[in-house]
C-alpha cells in the first residue's frame, strides 16, 4: 500500500460560495482549497471563515484532502483564520505570500499553539520575488511544511510580467521552486490557469506541468478537474513500462544495466519506476 497522496487536481473555490462548497461534494479533484483570502469580499470572511470551518468538520468530502485557505501574514484576518482553521482540523492550512523560512517556523508554532491536530499540514503559498529568493530555506524551514503552492496570478502582477502560453516571463521562477521542493522531499503544486472557457490551453499548461514535475495542478472550475487529474496520471502505456523495465531489471539478476525495449536500464530507472507505480496504485485507491 502507498503512502503517497494523489495532488492531481486541487480546486479552489470561495469559502463564502455556499452553492461551490456543496457542489464539491461530488466532484472528483483530489484536493480542495476552500479559500478565504482573494476569493472573499471584506465583509464576507468572518461568514465565510465560519463556514470553511463547517464544510471541514462536516466530513463530507469523503477522502479527498481538504484545505483552507486562510488571509495572509500580516492582514487583519489572519490569526482567527488561522485558530478557526487549527480547530477545524483540515488536512492542511494553505497560507498565501508566504516569504522566509522564519514565516514559516513561525506559522508551524502558530498552528501547535492554536491546537491543530498533527494531521493537519502546512502548504505554504509562493507568489512573490522575495519568497523566491528564500525558498530553498523555506521550503525545509518545518517538519510541518508538505507542500509548496505557486500563485501565478500574483507572481506576474509582481514581476510587471504578462501571462503567455508556455509561460517563458516565469519558467526561472517556477523551476527554482520545483527544485527547492524536490529538496525537501515536498510537494509542489502549479499555479491556476485563470481562462475557463481555453480547454486547449489549459491542457497543454497541465501538459507543461507534468513535464516539469510538478505534482499537479491548482484549479478554479470544475470543468478543469478532468483534464488535470489525466495529465498528471501516469497513462496505462507509463505503467505498462515500469512493471516492464522492473521485471528486465530483475531478470538481470544483479546486473547493474539491462536493456527494456532497446533502451538501458540502471537502478535509477527502476526507482523512477517504483515511483510511477506507487502514483499508479494511490490514484487507483483514491478513486475506486
Ligand atoms: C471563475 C468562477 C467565478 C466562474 O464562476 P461561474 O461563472 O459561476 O461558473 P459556472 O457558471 O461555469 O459554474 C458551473 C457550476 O460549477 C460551480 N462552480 C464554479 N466554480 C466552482 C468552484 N471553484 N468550486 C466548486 N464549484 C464551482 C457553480 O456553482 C455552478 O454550479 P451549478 O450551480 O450546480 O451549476 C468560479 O469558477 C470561481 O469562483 N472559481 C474559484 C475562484 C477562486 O477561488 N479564486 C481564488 C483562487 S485563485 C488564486 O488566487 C491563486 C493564487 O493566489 C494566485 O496568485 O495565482
Ligand atoms: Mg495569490
Known amino acids: 500500500m502507498s503512502d503517497f497522496t494523489p495532488l492531481r487536481s486541487v480546486l479552489y473555490m470561495p469559502g463564502s460560495n455556499e452553492r461551490a462548497l456543496e457542489k464539491a461534494r461530488t466532484i472528483a479533484c483530489d484536493a ?16 465565510a471563515r465560519e463556514a470553511a470551518a463547517a464544510a471541514v468538520a462536516s466530513g463530507a468530502y469523503g477522502r479527498r484532502t481538504v484545505t483552507i485557505r486562510v488571509n495572509g501574514i500580516g492582514t487583519e484576518w489572519h490569526a482567527a483564520d488561522l485558530v478557526a482553521a487549527a ?6 492550512v494553505v497560507v498565501p505570500k508566504v516569504e522566509t523560512a522564519e514565516q514559516v517556523r513561525g506559522l508551524a508554532t502558530a498552528l501547535e499553539w492554536a491546537g491543530a491536530p498533527e494531521h493537519t499540514k502546512l502548504w505554504a503559498m509562493v507568489e512573490t520575488p522575495e519568497a523566491i529568493f528564500d525558498v530553498r530555506e523555506l521550503a525545509a524551514a518545518s517538519p510541518r511544511l508538505s507542500a509548496l503552492v505557486i500563485g501565478t496570478n500574483d507572481l506576474v502582477k509582481e514581476l510587471y510580467a504578462e501571462h503567455v502560453p508556455g509561460r517563458a516571463p516565469i519558467l526561472p521562477s517556477l523551476h527554482t521552486i520545483l527544485l527547492a521542493g524536490r529538496a525537501a522531499g515536498i510537494a509542489v503544486i502549479d499555479g491556476v490557469y485563470n481562462d475557463v472557457k481555453d480547454t486547449e490551453g489549459f491542457l497543454a499548461e497541465c501538459t507543461q506541468g507534468r513535464q516539469m ?25 507509463a505503467v505498462e513500462d515500469a512493471r516492464g523495465l522492473i521485471a528486465a531489471f530483475e531478470d538481470g539478476k544483479g546486473a ?12 535509477l530507472h527502476v526507482e523512477s519506476a517504483r515511483r510511477t507505480l506507487a502514483i499508479h496504485e494511490a490514484i487507483v485507491a483514491l478513486d475506486g
Open 32 to 47: 480542495l482549497i476552500l479559500d478565504l483570502e482573494d476569493a472573499v469580499a471584506p465583509d464576507a470572511k468572518a461568514s
Open 87 to 92: 480547530s477545524a482540523g483540515p488536512d492542511a
Open 213 to 237: 514535475g510538478f505534482d499537479g495542478k491548482t484549479l478554479i472550475h470544475p470543468g478543469q478537474v478532468e483534464g488535470a487529474n489525466s495529465a498528471f496520471a501516469p497513462s496505462e502505456q
Open 256 to 267: 547493474g544495466v539491462v536493456t527494456y525495449n532497446g533502451k538501458m536500464v540502471e537502478n
